[in-house]
C-alpha cells in the first residue's frame, strides 16, 4: 500500500518490450536505499515488483494486465518517473489509500496556471470512472495524491501547488498526456458491496443497505 506522496523523480535507463511484456530499469537512488528483492515500488502510480538492484538502480517487471491497464507502455529511455517505496506500518499517512492498481488512463485536455496553482483538466479513457470521481474526493494521477476540485459529464479537474508540480513528472505533461488513474479503494468498495448480486442458489449475505450506511453516518 502507498499514500501518493511521491518521494522520488526516476529516470527511464531501459525498457525491453517482447509483446505486451516489459522490463523496466529505473534510475534512482533514494527508493533503492535498504530496498530488498521482492519489494514493492510505485512507479507511475503503478505498483511494481523489484526484481533486482542495486546502488543506483532497480528492474522491475510489467505483465500483459498491467501493459494494457496503464500509460507504462508508452515510456521512454530517459523520461522522469514518480517512484513511492511501500508504507511501512508505523509511517506517517501524507496521502490517502493508494493500491497502486490502476483503473484506467485519463488524457489531459486542459493546464491552466490559477494565482500559484496549476489546474490540470482530465478525461477519463473509460467514462464509466467518472462514478468513483468526487468533487474533494481523493484521486492518484500517475502515483500522485490529490484533490478533485470540480468534475462534469466526461471530465474531472485537479490544482496542484507549485510545491508539489515540481517534485513530481506531472510537471512535464501537458495536453494530450496520458496518466494513470486510481479512483478511491474505500469508493469502489462501498459501490461494490451496494450493487453485489449473488446467484439465486447462493445463501443470503449482507444485510447492507444504503439505508443503513446513511443511518450509520457513512453516507
Known amino acids: 500500500m502507498f499514500t501518493g506522496l511521491v518521494e522520488e523523480l526516476g529516470k527511464m535507463k531501459g525498457i525491453t518490450k517482447q509483446g505486451e511484456a516489459m522490463r523496466l530499469v529505473i534510475g534512482a537512488t533514494r527508493v533503492t536505499d535498504g530496498v530488498m528483492l521482492g519489494d514493492s515500488i510505485s512507479v507511475n502510480g503503478v505498483c511494481l515488483t523489484v526484481t533486482s538492484f542495486d546502488s543506483s538502480s532497480f528492474t522491475a517487471d510489467v505483465m500483459p494486465e498491467t ?25 506517517r499517512f501524507g496521502g490517502h489509500i493508494v493500491q497502486g492498481h490502476i483503473d484506467g488512463t485519463g488524457k489531459i485536455v486542459n493546464r491552466e496556471t490559477d494565482a ?15 462514478r468513483y470521481v468526487i468533487p474533494k474526493g481523493s484521486i492518484t494521477i500517475d502515483g500522485i495524491s490529490l484533490t478533485v476540485v470540480d468534475t462534469s459529464a466526461s471530465t474531472f479537474s485537479v490544482s496542484i501547488i507549485p510545491h ?19 479512483c478511491d479503494v474505500i469508493g469502489k468498495y462501498v459501490d461494490h458491496l451496494l450493487h453485489f448480486k449473488q446467484p439465486e442458489s447462493a445463501p443470503a449475505g449482507s444485510k447492507l443497505t444504503t439505508s443503513f450506511l446513511m443511518e450509520n453516518g457513512f453516507l
Open 116 to 130: 500559484n496553482a496549476v489546474v490540470y483538466k482530465v478525461q477519463l479513457d473509460d467514462a464509466g470512472m467518472l
Open 67 to 91: 501493459y494494457r491497464k496503464s500509460n507504462l507502455q508508452q515510456l521512454r529511455a530517459g523520461e522522469r518517473v514518480n517512484l513511492e517505496r511501500a508504507m511501512q506500518a508505523g509511517g
Open 164 to 182: 508539489t508540480l515540481g517534485e513530481t513528472a506531472l510537471q512535464h505533461k501537458h495536453a494530450g498526456d496520458s496518466v494513470n488513474i486510481e
